[in-house]
């Protein structure tokens, strides 16, 4: 490979210096009781920062008991989640890599099953699952996407507090990074297209007005979260198919977004069927991370179909970004990124494993001799 991999270069953001380019995404895993993180986030998480990702994700964790997506869901809508979530930051963080939150909101009151959640016999998982997954028996499945123009102007002020608070939250929790998920499904995103959007307010009408208050949102969660820290706003490149969302307009977004304090633009979701037809090269998802890096000049990650390091270093060598996130390849094998740094001899002496692992691993190249003691 000509020069050096840029996906092995460091990136600094604000206060938080990245050792390389390699991000584990936001994964659902649908193992919360109660909304709070236990033991299986602590080994599953472990098990990727052990692979030599250098920001590793947590999954999305809901701002509100009633904004959770799916049974099992992570959430960070009380003082008494901070805990656990400590914990696992603090373990994450003797591992060498940087932690990311993700806030979510989803626009129902809706608890989807779990997706391999199946009726067994005639019980329904959904009634069964009531009191396991502490949820309320109001919250029902609901599949359609939220509209904004169902939020009443107080429900969105009592939002933005709300939001604050778990900015708070995550902060004391330890988090490096933090990020709003506008992806598709959440009550940002909602906001942005006019097939969604139908308010008459200075929330809706023009794209102007479409994304003031997911603009307002970031404003809000950077004054909660702190100076040195990064934030990052997931945003969907396109509509999937549906007309009313350009890539002059994410551009436009991206532009507010970083007055508002925001550092990257995380255009990972892959959950645009256009931008995964089209595949991360030349689909919208690129058109999109190209204008907004050279339009705005803000900091892009992209992600959604990537193979491996290949793959990821011809996405920052093309230009699409200055991160790459990857989530199954790396649920696939956690360890490609120390296996990639191998491969093109940038770790010969293992250092970038962990010490018992790196240790073990020379002794089997014959650098270590044992001491068996
Ligand atoms: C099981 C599963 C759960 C996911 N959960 C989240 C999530 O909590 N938040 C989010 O923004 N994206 C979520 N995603 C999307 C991923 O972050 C990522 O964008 C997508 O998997 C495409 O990347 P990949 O091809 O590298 O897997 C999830 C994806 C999968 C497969």
Redesign the pocket.
Known sequence: MPGDPQLFSPLEIRGLTLDNRIVF????TYSAVAGTVGDWHLTHLSRIAAGGSALVFL??AAISRQGRMFQGAVGIWQDEQIVALRRLTDFLHQQGVAVGL?L?CRGDDMLNLR?WDEPEGDVDPYVANLGIWDMDPAMTEVASDPLAHEYAREDLEELLGIYEQAARRGAEAGFDVLEI?G?RGTIPHAFLSPQDNKRGDEYGGVVESRISFPVQLAEVVRSAWPEDRPLFY?AAPVDSGRVGWRVADSVAFADELQQAGVDVIDL????SPIAAGDGIVDGAQAATARAIRREVGLPVMV????EGHVDSEAALSDGLGELV??????IWNPNWPLHAADSLGIDPDKAAWQPPYGFALRSLDGDDTSTDD
């Open positions: 995404g936001p994964m659902a999954e999305a993700q979510t997706p998920h992806g997931r990972a979701s892959g959950a992600g959604g179909g990537l996130a990857l989530v199954r390849p790396t």
